[in-house]
Each structure stands twice: as C-alpha cells, then as structure tokens.
C-alpha cells in the first residue's frame, strides 16, 4: 500500500450523480423563488470583455443525490470557457439548468447582469442560450435549411405555404457567416457527423444565440474535421459569441479555451487560465488531492486464467481488445465515455456481432454468438442501463432472479414448479439482503440498489461465475454503493471473477485489483489496483491515437 | 438506504390484487351495465334463449380473441388469425371430404395447420426480424388468396361427416339437462379459455409471453433463446385459430372460403376492451372473455332494441375507445 | 395439397397467359361483383360457356366482397389497360364507377351491364333480374304462407348496392300491400355467421313474428342457421340458390326462395358484347327471369337448370 495519509471516508462514494439522459420526467421538487444567494464574488482571473452570463449559488438535488452544490460560473462575452471535471461531476446537471432543461433548488442566473429565471429550454433560447448536445437532435429527412428554421419557415401565400426559396436563401446566409459550404437543400441524413454538428450551430446561431454550450462536440469527429469546428469556433469568438465547451480531451482544452472551470462532486473548485496552467495541474484538480481510502482486499486473485480475450474487434468502437480475467479477480475497466468499454462487455457477451478476435473461456476456445450462448458458458453481463437491458421492471422480483434459469423449475418440461421458484427467489433474497417485503413485490417498486441485488442475484442463481458489471452504481445512492462493493468483493473472494466497468475512478480504484485502461476503442494500458491513481488512468485515459505515437 | 416503508407495503399490495384484477373490473362493470341497461330497455332481453344466442354468437370471436391476446401481451401482433381460421377449417374439409378421411384425423389437421402456420409467420418475425404487423398483415392477405384458390371458390360441405356438428351446433349438455340448449360451442370456447389460461400462468410458455412482452431485450440479454419462443407464441395462437376455424366450419356445416376477412379486427377489439395493452406485457385471458361477450352483447342488445345497424358499429367504437381510455386512466392512479 | 400446388404453379403461369391468350380471339373484360357467394361461380360459367360458343377470350374478376366498391374500380381501370373489345360490368355502386366507366365509352369500348344496372346510359343494355319484381314475388309467397298477417321481417344482403336496394324495396312495397301484414325490422348482413346472429336477435325481439324474408344466399343460410339453433317456426323465404339454401328448403327449413337465372346472366353479359359488336341493336334491359321455388319444384329442369351449388 502506498503511503497515503489516514484521508477521510471514501470520496468516490460521494460522487454526485447528473440524471440519467432518458429521464423521462425529471422528478424534482418545483422551485421556490430562486433565493438570492449570498455568493462571494467570483476571484477568476479577468478577461476585460463583458460578462454575458453569471450563474450564482447554483444548487440541486436528485432524490438520494446532491448533484450541485452552490455551483458558480461566469463567462464573457467572446471567450471560450472550457468546463471540466470527472464524469458525473456536475457539469450536464450545471448546463441543464442553464438551458432551462432542469429548474435550480437555489441559486440565481443572470444574464447581461439582469437576474432571469430559465423555466424550459425556450426561454433559454429567447435569451439567447442554446446548446449543442453529444447526441445532435436533427431530422435526418429533412433539408438542412429546413432543419435550421423549422417552426419558423419563411412562408407566403397567405402563410400557407413555406417559401422555400427564401428559406435557402437565409440558410446560406447564416451559413456564408459561419464561412462553411454546405448546400441548404441536402437531407441532413446525407451529411457527416460534422457537417450536422455545423448545421446545429448554425441553427443556434439563426437565433442570435450570444452564448453557445458544447457538449463533447469532437467525440465523433476526426483529426480534420476538429480543425475545421476549431476555425468555426474562433470566428464565432470574432463575433462577440461565448462558448462554454465541455470535454475531456486536455489537448483540446489547451489549444480553443481561454479559461478553464473546474467541477468535482458537484462543487465548483476553481477558474484557471488555460494558457498557463499545466495538464497535470488540471488533472489534479478533476480528481482532487485527496485520494482514495482503499478498503480493497489485499492480494490478487491468484486463481487460474478463467477468461482470455485476444485481438477483438468490432466496428469502429472496439480495436484490438486484448486481456485476461482470474479467478477471485476484480478487473477494473477505466476509460472515458464512449472509450468502448460497454461495446467490449456487450461483444464478449454475444450481445452484438464482433469483426474479429478470440474468446477462450477456462483455457477453452468458445464461440459465442448470443446472449445465450454466453450464459451457457458462465458468463453474466449486468448493463449500465438496469431499467432498460438489466431488469424486467414489471415482473416481480422472483420472476427476475429466476428468469435466465426458468428452465430448470419445469416439472414434464412445461409447467413451472411455483414453489421451487419461491423457495429459491427466497433463499437469493436473504443472501444477498434485497430489501422488498417479499418475493412477489414487482420490480420496479424497488429502489436501484436492490434492483441491482436483484440483477446480481439472478446471474448467481444461474451459476455465472465470470460477471461483467457495467456501471454497477450508477443510480445508486450512496448508502447502497458500499454495500453493492462490499458484495461484488465477497463474490470476488468466493472465487468469481469479474470485471468492473466504471467511469468513476475512485470506485475503480477501490474495487480492482488490475485495471485495463481504454481509450477510443484500444486498451492503452495496464496497471495494478495497486499502484493505479487518477492520475495515472486520467492519463491512460485521455491518450489518444495521434498522441501515442 | 431506508427500509420499506408503509407506502411501498401500500403499492405492493394494489400490484399483487388489483392492477391486474382492476382492468378485468373494468371491462366487466361495463359488462354488467350493458347487461342492466337492456334488461331495462327491453322485456325481452333477459332470457335464457337469449342468454344462449349471445353466447353462441360470442364462441368464434372469443376464441379468435384468445390467440390474438396470447401473441399481443407478447408485444406482437396477429392480423391473420381471420384468414388463418377460415384456412384450418378448409384443411379440415379437404382432408375429411375431399379425402374421405376420418375426423379424428381432419380435426387435428386444423389445429396442426394453423400451428404450422403460426410458427411460419412468428420465424419470419423472429429471425428475419421483419415486424409482426407487417407479416401478419401479409399472411392475412395471403391466406385468403390461397382459401379461394384451394378451394376454387367453393364452399366445403360437411354433409358426408354429420359427426362434425358435435363441435358447434349440438348441445350435449342437453341431453343431460333437457332444454338448457347450450351449444357445445360455448363449451369449446370455455376449454380453450381455461387451457389458455393455464399456459400463460402455469407454464414456461406463458411466463415468457409476459415477460417478452415486458422487455424483450432484458430477456435476451438473461441468456434465453428469445427467438425460440416467440415461434412458440405464434405456433400456440395459430393453434387457437384453427380451433376457431373448427367452430365457424361446423356452425356452418361447410368451410366458407370468403370468410374471414375482419374476424382479426372484432378479435383485437375484444382483447383490448378486456385489458389487454398493446404495448404489451399486460392481458388475462377471463379480460378478452369478457371483451368478447361485450361486443356480442352490443349487437344483440340493440337489434333487439331494434337500433339501425350503423349504430351498432358506432357504439362498438366508442366502447373500444372508453374502455381503454379509463383503463388507462385507473392504472396511471395507481 | 395437390390443389396446393397447383395453385402455386398456376400463379406463376398466370401472367404469361394472359398476356398471350387474347393476342388472337377478341377479349372482353367481365367485372363481377365478388366472389364470396356461389352466385357468381354460376354466373361465370354462364360467362365461360358463352365466350367458348362465340370464339372469344374473356376474363372473370371481382372484388374479393361486395362491400369494395375501391377495388373494383381499381380492376375496372387495370382492364382498361389490357385493351379489351367489349366490357361486361356488375355495378357495385353505379355512381361511384361512373368515372371509371366512362374511360371504356370514350374509347368506344361497348359495355354491357349485368346483374344490376348502372343508373347512366353508357350500356348499351342490361342483363339483369328483375331485382323489385323478384322481391315482391317473394312477398307474396310470404304472405300466401303465413295467411295474410301477422309480423315479419326482412335481412337484406347490403345497404348500399341496387340489388339490396331494389330487393329490399320490391319486399317491402308488396308487404305495404297487405294491411294485416306488420313489417317490424330490417337488417342488414352478407355472412352466414353473422346473419344467423342477427335473425336470432330478432327473433328474441319479436316473439310473434310470423316469417322472415332473406335477400341472397348468406343471409338466407343464416335464416337456416338462426331456426335451426332456435328450434323457431318462423317461416322463411330466401333469395338466390347454393347447396346450403337448398339443403334448407328441402329439410323444411325454409318454405322456398327466389331464384334468379345466374347462368343465364353470365350467358347473357357475353352474348350481348358479341352481337353488340356485330352491330347489332339491342333493347335497353334483357330480363334474364327468375323463379320461385319450393321442395315441390325444384327438380323440375327448368328450375334444376338454374340452381347451384
């Protein structure tokens, strides 16, 4: 173990949480009078240009999850304010609230220096916010212009009809203003990624936007196209316009923003200039100085090799996976969003086709083409996505742990033996103390962390013993979180073997004791639970190809 | 993380009774007020004779009901089940007149033949992946094309087997109890109910009905062959279908070959007053029973009124559409 | 499953025949109203048996019921195409077709109407029952039966085509006849199933009905159906033939039926393109007959040579 000093509880644990993005409602309590908050005056260092927008005492909370706490922003007219932190510090929840996606519990906005209240997105984009999202929200059917100006087309002949020709013609000016050639009559389907991301920013500028919020806009772009949204944006910042940038990707930073906000847990931590504030200063900010209480059992799991993946492939999201599972092992899978760590789970797991790359289970060489073929072979993948992929959220609680080993209860092959079922849904229940009043609760009244007992225990029912959890505390309040690493290393040391995908380093750390780090699709490295901090995997982390070499 | 609350104690025990309960106490408050309404309305309305023509005329789309109820709780659809019914019996006919073969080999021919054909269709929507609106929309149009090819566009009579009667027409519980005058149709319908019922509770069949319906990608994802059983599925409700061709063809003493066309929608209508979603993954059997005898106690209730046809066909609707919207609205309360 | 095959096979061979089979013989277009009752079987053999004696090629279709008056239009227009010499039609809806119809007579194509008559004068002729007189035939023989009063009903075949409104009204003019005779309901169903479930409703209704008049070969079955299942002594006449209508008035169940002269009609719609083409004149409807039949006469030929199965 390393020298660490006797640091406080777990901070991982704590790690606020942003909703989950298919929220369907988001479950708050409506807003009181946004209070005025007393905050200290923001001690960034000052550009001389106008700030446009301020956002004070910014505080919200998610049932079981204080995601904000007291967040401050400002930015200037002009200026490119990078915001950054870990996944699930805060920074979507923040922007949410900006653009008037969710309401602050306390806090105020204020936009040219007047207080304003943002109660849904088009407020927001009546005060000239708009935002781009990682996910862009365009219908690939129609034009581009039509895209652009959609609810408010130009129209003649008595406003029954869209004057087509006048909506081009604005098109292509907002277009010739952003110096980016693209024809306003193409279907949106037909353009690259980028060239949609353009015609996002171009809508958002059709409506006089004067601040811009970027989600992640490089992920799906390559090397020429993030120099072409690069020269975009320094026009834009010509043009008076603010953009606030969230990303991950250090380079990226350094080279378009002219500040830095930095977020962790749900707390504002501070504003630094990106021009003289290095890397590794950055990162230490994200990941915070206190490190990590680990709680990790000691010694590896010595056991056999149960799980050998070589040269895996498959689409642009997996590039030559390769890596080994032991027996009593937790292998942690770290990486940033979309580094390909749930397309390798989901691949090994048989639930999408792979390209290429072998799978040897037990020192066997297997096939395995479903999800089926998979679970004959011992292998459990618990999603990210509980309610989606992991429960069936109205069935009960027995029917769920049961459900992948129902063919086992069959008396003459078809009736089920009710009882057997019980007794065994029973017996999983007190094991692995799900809370429910009883077996025949339905699953969905249940909180997340028994939800996800629930999901642990129907792959243990079925004699699973090499179990890839994804995201296993996603949505779990934090009470929950330790029982759930208490749970998974009590399996590890009954001899499971399992994988750990998790984008919170903290929890990786804790939990693994070897790390396979990812990054756009390729391990780039490996380390020992032992000797792995956020730093390190930060680092493994953000190494992208061009960098590598 | 805190302990169960009262409340959650509260929820469990409306999940455990009544919202599957409640929708079945929908439909069938509305039966009961449907019943009293014409009872009023009409002094010859409440009579066993009566009773026993609305039965009799429930028995064929209360079966059609039941395979479309198996397939929708599954979240899928069946738009064939008419033309499919009219195909089992023309198998039955060709098989015990045209081939002179005995019944107790035409009978189950229906039954394997709509099997088969199920199975066809629900391969095609498992593996091909192709949606079950779309081929069982082709196979509706299909089926019937081939019924009148087959057959030439020529009935099948069943005068040379008088035997076959025995499954609709004759009332053998008349003979134990004189003047009851119950169809064995009925009591068809009733055992097709009860082993429809017993499928999707007490077998594996049924609890993977409900739970594909529910989220099939979770159940995929748990290791189970999902494609497997939803050939199943449509193998079992293409079975029910040739049962119902069975009733229709010997009420009719003969395979029609032009019927069957919008038996789909009248089965659907039924499934869905009696609760079931189409989203799937909620539905009873006794549910689509009761939508069945809700449409058929309509019609009979106001030609026996002496309502002009039309309305009967509007009050069908807005029914459909009531049921629905306050079934809705019952479970988005609780 | 012979005839499986077979069907398959032919289905494959469908198109190349027709398109090579009228390259030598003059073709005609015949459009019939549907084929869900045994009817139209026979009107096509009148057809078939007629284009064979006059050299000619001809095609049979329909909608697959009588309620698509769409479809029909839709075959109307796709025969167009095939350029026929001649045009035999069974007006599903007369006024929806005209426009349909109208194509045919720009291009000089005669058409010949059957069955019912288009309300235009783009036929040259009609040939067609009687559709009211054969109804109030029925009337008549109603009332003869259950001596001249008492109530009755009636279940009409469609609500919409000339014969079920020609029936419909020829029954219920020659009822209006006879002040004792009380009509007390009218329906409407075109299916077996669906008409015995009707009758059996009005029957609980209406417990003194005395008879029941049935417009064509469905409802009539499921007159048969809806006595049988009731035991009721209601006295029926229905409309049209078919083995199963047969069976019924053989058995007593019915009392008798109208039946019209399909076979003659479908002889009829052929003969009359030909002569038409042949230049000659033609009168402006040809009343293909029909009779009233009971157990008694129905082997007399005259009659046995217009039933069918």
């Keep these: ?549 | 993380m805190s302990t169960i609350s009262a409340t959650t104690v509260e929820n469990e025990k409306s999940s455990f009774f009544s919202v599957a309960a409640l929708q079945k106490v929908v439909a069938f408050a509305v039966l009961l007020l449907l019943v009293a309404f014409f009872s009023l309305a009409s002094p010859v309305f409440f009579s066993w004779l009566n009773a026993v023509n609305i039965m009799t005329a429930t028995a064929v789309n209360a079966v059609l009901g039941i395979a479309c109820t198996l397939v929708i709780i599954s979240a899928g659809i069946d738009l064939s089940v008419g033309t499919l019914m009219t195909f089992c019996a023309i198998i039955t006919g060709i098989l015990s007149i045209n081939w002179g073969l005995p019944l107790w080999i035409g009978i189950p021919g229906a039954l394997l033949t709509g099997a088969l054909v199920g199975a066809f269709s629900g391969s095609l929507i498992a593996y091909l992946k192709i949606p079950p609106f779309i081929v069982t929309l082709g196979f509706m149009r299909a089926l019937y094309g081939l019924n009148v090819v087959v057959t030439s566009a020529k009935p099948i009579y069943f005068d040379d087997k008088p035997d076959y009667a025995f499954i609709s027409p004759d009332s053998t519980i008349s003979l134990l109890i004189p003047g009851l005058g119950i169809p064995n149709a009925v009591f068809v319908m009733i055992l097709v109910a009860i082993f429809a019922a017993i499928i999707l509770n007490r077998t594996i069949l049924g609890r993977f009905i409900y739970a594909l319906g529910s989220n099939e990608e979770a159940v995929r994802l748990s290791g189970v062959n999902v494609n497997l059983w939803k050939v199943g599925i449509y193998a079992l409700s293409g079975m029910i279908c040739g049962i119902a061709g069975l009733l229709l063809s010997s009420r009719l003493g003969s395979a029609q070959p032009a019927i069957g066309m919008g038996y789909e929608l009248d089965a659907i209508a039924a499934t869905v007053i009696g609760g079931t979603s189409l989203t799937g993954g909620r539905g009873t059997i006794l549910g689509t029973i009761i939508g069945a005898f809700i449409i058929s106690i309509l019609s009979n209730g106001l030609t026996v009124l002496s309502v002009a046809d039309e309305w009967k066909y509007v009050a069908t609707g807005a029914i459909l559409v009531t049921a629905v919207y306050v079934d809705m609205r019952l479970r988005n309360r609780s | 499953m012979k005839k499986l095959i077979a069907a398959a096979a032919l289905l494959g061979a469908a198109t190349a025949l027709s398109a090579t089979a009228h390259a030598d013989s003059p073709y005609y277009a015949i459009i019939a109203k549907g084929f869900d009752h045994q009817f139209w079987q026979a009107v096509k053999k009148g057809a078939e048996d007629q284009a064979k004696a006059d050299g000619v090629t001809i095609t049979f279709e329909g909608p697959k019921t009588e309620a698509e008056i769409d479809k029909q239009i839709d075959i109307l227009n796709a025969d167009f195409a095939k350029k026929p010499v001649g045009l035999g039609f069974a007006a599903l809806d007369t006024k929806a077709e005209t426009k349909a119809l109208q194509q045919y007579a720009d291009a000089k194509i005669p058409i010949v109407a059957f069955d019912s008559g288009v309300a235009n004068d783009l036929p040259v002729t009609t040939c067609t029952t009687d559709n009211e007189a054969a109804a109030a035939e029925a009337a008549k023989q109603l009332a003869k039966a259950i001596g001249d009063e008492g109530e009755v009903a009636d279940e009409i075949h469609d609500q919409t085509s000339a014969t079920g409104l020609g029936r419909r009204k020829g029954f219920e003019e020659e009822i209006a006849k006879h002040p004792k005779i009380k009509l007390v309901d009218t329906r409407f169903a075109n299916a077996d199933a669906k008409a015995a479930d009707d009758i059996k409703a009005i029957l609980t209704a209406h417990p003194n009905l005395k008879g029941i008049f049935a417009s064509n070969e469905g409802a009539a079955n499921g007159l048969a159906i809806a006595k049988k299942e009731t035991g009721s002594k209601v006295i029926g006449i229905g409309f049209d033939s078919g083995k199963k209508q047969k069976d019924a008035i053989n058995s007593g169940l019915l009392a008798g039926a109208i039946t019209q002269n399909p076979v003659g009609i479908g002889q009829c719609a052929v003969s009359s393109l030909t002569k038409v083409l042949k230049g000659e004149k033609l009168p402006k409807t040809i009343d293909t007959g029909f009779y009233y039949y009971t157990k008694d006469n129905m082997n007399d030929p005259k009659i046995a040579a217009v039933l069918y199965d």
């Design chain 1, 1 to 549: 173990m390393a020298k660490k000093p006797p640091q406080k509880k777990t901070t991982g644990a704590k790690k606020a949480k942003p909703a989950p993005k298919a929220m369907a409602k988001p479950a708050m309590a409506p807003l009181s009078a946004a209070m005025p908050h007393p905050a200290p005056m923001v001690a960034t260092p000052t550009t001389t240009k106008p700030v446009v927008v301020e956002m004070r005492g910014i505080d919200k909370s998610f049932p079981g999850v204080h995601a904000l706490k007291s967040v401050r922003l400002d930015l200037h007219a002009g200026e490119v304010l990078a915001l950054m932190g870990e996944n699930g510090a805060g920074k979507s929840t923040m922007m949410k609230i900006l653009t008037g996606v969710y309401q602050p519990d306390a806090g105020e906005i204020l936009v040219d220096g007047k207080p304003v209240t943002v109660p849904n997105p088009r407020a927001a984009q009546e005060l000239g916010i708009s935002i781009i999202h990682q996910e862009l929200n365009l219908m690939n059917h129609l034009s581009a212009a039509q895209n652009i100006f959609i609810g408010r087309e130009p129209r003649r002949g008595f406003g029954i009809f869209t004057d087509n020709a006048a909506l081009n013609a604005k098109t292509r000016e907002v277009f010739k203003r952003m110096k980016v050639d693209i024809p306003p009559d193409v279907e949106v389907g037909e353009l690259t990624v980028a060239k949609q991301q353009l015609v996002e920013i171009a809508k958002a500028l059709s409506f006089d936007s004067k601040v811009l919020v970027m989600d992640e806009p490089t992920s799906a772009l390559n090397e020429k196209e993030v120099e072409h949204l690069f020269a975009v944006i320094e026009d834009l910042k010509r043009h008076g316009v603010a953009i606030i940038y969230i990303t991950h990707k250090m380079d990226e930073v350094k080279r378009i923003a002219d500040r830095i906000t930095v977020m962790r847990d749900g707390q504002y931590i501070d504003t630094v200039s990106a021009a003289t504030t290095s890397m590794a200063k950055i990162i230490s900010l994200m990941v915070g100085r206190e490190l990590v209480d680990s709680t990790r059992e000691e010694g590896r799991g010595n056991g056999e090799e149960v799980l050998r993946v070589t040269g895996l492939n498959s689409g642009k999201h997996i590039k030559n996976v390769s890596f080994s599972l032991n027996k009593g092992e937790i292998l942690g899978f770290a990486g940033l969003m979309g580094a390909g760590r749930t397309e390798v789970a989901r691949a090994i797991f048989g639930a999408d086709p792979i390209d290429s790359g072998e799978i040897y289970i037990h020192g066997k060489k297997s096939r395995i083409k479903s999800p089926a073929d998979a679970v004959r072979n011992g292998l459990a993948y618990l999603s990210e996505d509980r309610k989606r992929f992991g429960i069936v959220t109205r069935m009960s609680v027995r029917d769920n742990i049961t459900l992948p080993s129902w063919g086992r209860y069959l008396t003459a092959r078809l009736w089920m033996n009710d009882r057997a079922l019980n007794k065994d849904a029973h017996e999983y229940v007190g094991r692995l103390k799900v809370k429910t009043p009883h077996v025949h609760q339905e699953s969905r009244l249940l909180s997340g962390g028994n939800q996800q007992k629930v999901v642990i225990a129907k792959w243990l029912l079925r004699d699973c013993d090499i179990l890839f959890f994804d995201e296993p505390t996603r949505g779990i309040d934090v009470g929950a979180k330790a029982e759930i690493y208490k749970l998974l290393q009590n399996l590890a040391a009954q001899g499971k073997a399992i994988v750990v995908i998790s984008s919170e380093l903290p929890e990786v750390i804790r939990l693994s004791h070897r790390i396979v780090v990812m990054c756009e699709g390729r391990v780039t490295g490996e380390l020992d639970g032992k000797d792995a901090t956020q730093e390190s995997i930060m680092h493994l982390a953000t190494l992208r190809q061009a960098n590598a070499a």
